[in-house]
């Protein structure tokens, strides 16, 4: 059993005191853990177990809550005692579950001797992620994960799916109802009610007080009917204080642990969403890099085709080129002989441009190099290295893809099984809790008017296995103590009519006496 001792309820640093008694032994161990502890504990199986469903923890004291009840912060027993309770709710509820139960980080959390601090700091909680997204659903800490989940998107919990899965589809709808239901009405109702019992029980309570201050202004058979009627009033102030606190205990605490309950699941249906979601985009994206690839490698081929086609021209326009430049050999070579032969042989060269060598251009390549120079302007430097560099970076980014696909594929499944097991578990779970629930809320009634109303006196009698409540014996004492007031004396006596069980005692009125005595 643990038991837990909160210093301050205001302060999210309190102290909490675990107590763990074993079942085959007398001992008894203790684990000091603060407030921030317990929510770092839940966070941290949150991570670990990004597809089951947590427990949740009691709220966080609002900074408003803690100014205005700053003087009174350790003196709130109320509020210290519920915070014990459900922090003793939500370490028997991870211990009672099948798997959370068998986690080590929870059983050194139990570790009187282990300190949390050493706990973050050692694996696996050192080993989580930044973003769970990015990791094996069912290891979010395995160290040798493919590196492929790097690669893998990181979407928003409101993106639109194409292909949504019907069955969470109807989960995330019914979730949404149940947590408007019971966050809205239900809670609200409940406040209200506990709010009016708590004014019914303060108002006997101030009554009570005031009828026993009265009586000490009295005298004789009044003063005892005043105080015993104060006495009565007490015990049904007492009564319905009991009332109140099983109210609290067994139906306002678990309606808003199951509030709370619902705003898990929405976060775990939007973790599945998103898987979902990464599925696709990456599908998305591995489509997008082939056809990528499939517009790279038809320009490839087409950039090919084109410079096997100039060089095609260039080879023919050189083989021309080459011929021609033979034929203006041989002419220069008789003009030279001729040269020799002449006087005018000893003159220098003329320094001006040969007009043949400008007319040896041929005019298509004026064409062919500009079409050269614009390709390589718009293309690089290098087009052919640069295209062949980006067709082998995308058929890279391809096999990631497909790998990250795959790892993808495998995290939807098995998030989509885990998380419909658990939500499976945590049905039956929702069903024994309300019965419980409405089974406690009516044995809470029903005690209460046993104590507080008349009508069950003969019930009381009947059954043997439930004795007289003391509340309807203080009320029957009060009115004992009410028939001993003597008669008003402005009233004439009279003879009183026999009853049924005799004589009417003396002093007391018939029904039947008038003002006039007839």
Same mark, same amino acid.
């Given at each position: 059993?643990?038991?837990?001792?909160?210093?301050?309820?205001?302060?999210?640093?309190?102290?909490?005191?675990?107590?763990?008694?074993?079942? %085959?032994?007398?001992?008894?161990?203790?684990?000091?853990?603060?407030?921030?502890?317990?929510?770092?504990?839940?966070?941290?199986?949150?991570?670990?177990?990004?597809?089951?469903?947590?427990?949740?923890?009691?709220?966080?004291?609002?900074?408003?809550?803690?100014?205005?009840?700053?003087? !009174?912060?350790?003196?709130?027993?109320?509020?210290?005692? !519920?915070?014990?309770?459900?922090?003793?709710?939500?370490?028997?509820?991870?211990?009672?579950?099948?798997?959370?139960?068998?986690?080590?980080?929870?059983?050194?959390?139990?570790?009187?001797?282990? %300190?949390?601090?050493?706990?973050?700091?050692?694996?696996?909680?050192?080993?989580?992620?930044?973003?769970?997204?990015?990791?094996?659903?069912?290891?979010?800490?395995?160290?040798?994960?493919?590196?492929?989940?790097?690669?893998?998107?990181?979407?928003?919990?409101?993106?639109?799916?194409?292909?949504?899965?019907?069955?969470?589809?109807?989960?995330?709808?019914?979730?949404?109802?149940?947590?408007?239901?019971? %966050?809205?009405?239900?809670?609200?109702?409940?406040?209200?009610?506990?709010?009016?019992?708590?004014?019914?029980?303060?108002?006997?309570?101030?009554?009570?007080?005031?009828?026993?201050?009265?009586?000490?202004?009295?005298?004789?058979?009044?003063?005892?009917?005043?105080?015993?009627?104060?006495?009565?009033?007490?015990?049904?102030? +007492?009564?319905?204080? !009991?009332?109140?606190?099983?109210?609290?205990?067994?139906?306002?605490?678990?309606?808003?642990?199951?509030?709370?309950?619902?705003?898990?699941?929405?976060?775990?249906?939007?973790?599945?969403?998103?898987?979902?979601?990464?599925?696709?985009?990456?599908?998305?994206?591995?489509?997008?890099?082939?056809?990528?690839?499939?517009?790279?490698? !038809?320009?490839?081929?087409?950039?090919?085709?084109?410079?096997?086609?100039?060089?095609?021209?260039?080879?023919?326009?050189?083989?021309?080129?080459?011929?021609?430049?033979?034929?203006?050999?041989?002419?220069?070579?008789?003009?030279?002989?001729?040269?020799?032969?002449?006087?005018?042989?000893?003159?220098?060269?003329?320094?001006? &441009?040969?007009?043949?060598?400008?007319?040896?251009?041929?005019?298509?390549?004026?064409?062919?190099?500009?079409?050269?120079?614009?390709?390589?302007?718009? +293309?690089?430097?290098?087009?052919?290295?640069?295209?062949?560099?980006?067709?082998?970076?995308?058929?890279?980014?391809? %096999?990631?893809?497909?790998?990250?696909?795959?790892?993808?594929?495998?995290?939807?499944?098995?998030?989509?099984?885990?998380?419909?097991?658990?939500?499976?578990?945590?049905?039956?779970?929702?069903?024994?809790?309300?019965?419980?629930?409405?089974?406690?809320?009516?044995?809470?009634?029903?005690?209460?008017?046993?104590?507080?109303?008349?009508?069950?006196?003969?019930?009381?009698?009947?059954?043997?296995?439930?004795?007289?409540?003391?509340?309807?014996?203080?009320?029957?004492?009060?009115?004992?103590?009410?028939?001993?007031?003597?008669?008003? &004396?402005?009233?004439?006596?009279?003879?009183?009519?026999?009853?049924?069980?005799?004589?009417? &005692?003396?002093?007391?009125?018939?029904?039947?006496?008038?003002?006039?005595?007839?």
């Amino acid at each position: 059993m643990d038991t837990f001792e909160d210093e301050n309820p205001f302060d999210q640093d309190a102290d909490h005191i675990l107590s763990e008694t074993s079942s %085959s032994a007398s001992k008894t161990a203790q684990a000091h853990h603060r407030y921030s502890e317990f929510e770092s504990l839940r966070v941290h199986l949150a991570k670990l177990y990004p597809t089951l469903i947590i427990p949740p923890i009691p709220d966080k004291q609002t900074l408003g809550d803690y100014a205005a009840k700053q003087t !009174k912060a350790k003196e709130d027993a109320a509020m210290i005692a !519920k915070r014990k309770r459900m922090l003793q709710t939500f370490l028997n509820r991870i211990a009672r579950h099948p798997i959370l139960s068998n986690e080590h980080v929870f059983h050194r959390f139990l570790d009187g001797e282990v %300190s949390w601090t050493e706990v973050l700091n050692s694996p696996p909680l050192s080993l989580l992620p930044k973003n769970v997204l990015k990791a094996p659903s069912h290891n979010p800490t395995d160290q040798n994960a493919s590196p492929a989940y790097a690669v893998l998107p990181n979407p928003s919990a409101a993106h639109p799916l194409r292909h949504p899965d019907q069955r969470f589809a109807d989960s995330e709808a019914f979730t949404n109802k149940f947590a408007n239901h019971v %966050s809205g009405p239900m809670e609200k109702v409940t406040r209200r009610v506990i709010k009016r019992w708590s004014e019914y029980a303060q108002d006997h309570a101030d009554l009570g007080a005031a009828l026993n201050g009265f009586s000490l202004n009295e005298r004789d058979a009044l003063a005892a009917a005043i105080e015993k009627t104060g006495q009565a009033s007490d015990a049904t102030y +007492m009564s319905t204080s !009991k009332l109140l606190q099983e109210l609290e205990y067994h139906w306002a605490e678990p309606l808003h642990e199951y509030s709370q309950f619902a705003s898990i699941i929405k976060k775990l249906l939007a973790y599945r969403h998103q898987k979902h979601v990464q599925y696709e985009m990456t599908q998305d994206g591995l489509e997008n890099k082939r056809e990528q690839l499939e517009d790279l490698e !038809k320009s490839e081929r087409e950039a090919r085709r084109l410079d096997e086609a100039l060089g095609r021209r260039r080879a023919s326009i050189n083989e021309g080129q080459s011929s021609k430049n033979s034929v203006e050999g041989e002419e220069e070579n008789h003009e030279g002989d001729d040269a020799q032969s002449s006087p005018v042989s000893s003159l220098p060269p003329h320094p001006g &441009p040969n007009p043949a060598r400008r007319r040896s251009r041929a005019p298509g390549m004026a064409f062919l190099n500009a079409l050269s120079y614009t390709l390589h302007g718009m +293309m690089d430097v290098d087009p052919e290295t640069a295209r062949r560099n980006s067709i082998t970076k995308t058929r890279e980014n391809i %096999s990631q893809l497909e790998d990250a696909l795959h790892l993808a594929a495998q995290d939807l499944k098995y998030s989509s099984s885990t998380i419909q097991a658990d939500l499976d578990r945590f049905q039956r779970q929702k069903v024994a809790d309300l019965r419980e629930m409405a089974i406690n809320m009516a044995r809470s009634h029903r005690d209460w008017c046993k104590k507080v109303w008349g009508p069950y006196k003969y019930f009381y009698l009947v059954n043997e296995r439930t004795q007289p409540s003391q509340n309807l014996d203080a009320w029957e004492e009060a009115k004992k103590e009410i028939a001993k007031i003597p008669d008003h &004396p402005n009233h004439l006596t009279t003879a009183q009519e026999p009853t049924a069980e005799g004589p009417a &005692p003396p002093g007391l009125r018939s029904d039947v006496t008038t003002v006039n005595g007839r």
